[in-house]
């Protein structure tokens, strides 16, 4: 059976080694965008703190929060991707912003 597969998906070694080769070469470009794109998340913290602090808000926004979520459940259906995993991922980002929000706080208070 796996031989049956096999052949239906590539017609030479040398082709599937080379579709192999580009998407590991397409990831390691996508994971680095990735990073930029986090830091750049992360980044943001620091005008987003500043403004709460001058309206008087607090580091934690549930409704903020809860429109994230929402937006990555919506997205996560749309485009079949595992919910729960992309909720992780998004609580991830979630607490590195609060984080650094509180860290530029504490900073603050020196």
């Known amino acids: 059976m796996k031989e049956e597969i096999k052949s239906h998906l590539f017609n030479s070694e ?33 005008s987003i703190v500043k403004a709460k602090t001058y309206l008087d808000m607090d580091v934690y926004d549930a409704n903020r929060e809860n ?17 729960d995993k992309l909720n992780q991922i998004m609580k991830l980002l979630v607490d590195l912003s ?13």
């Open 14 to 46: 040398e082709e599937a080694l080379n579709v192999l080769k580009s998407s590991r070469e397409r990831i390691d470009k996508l994971d680095n965008d990735f990073i930029n794109i986090i830091y750049e998340r992360t980044s943001l913290a620091d």
């Open 67 to 83: 429109h994230v979520f929402q937006k990555a459940e919506n997205l996560a259906k749309k485009k079949n991707i595992d919910q």
């Open 98 to 110: 609060k984080d650094r929000q509180k860290r530029i706080l504490d900073d603050l208070d020196y």
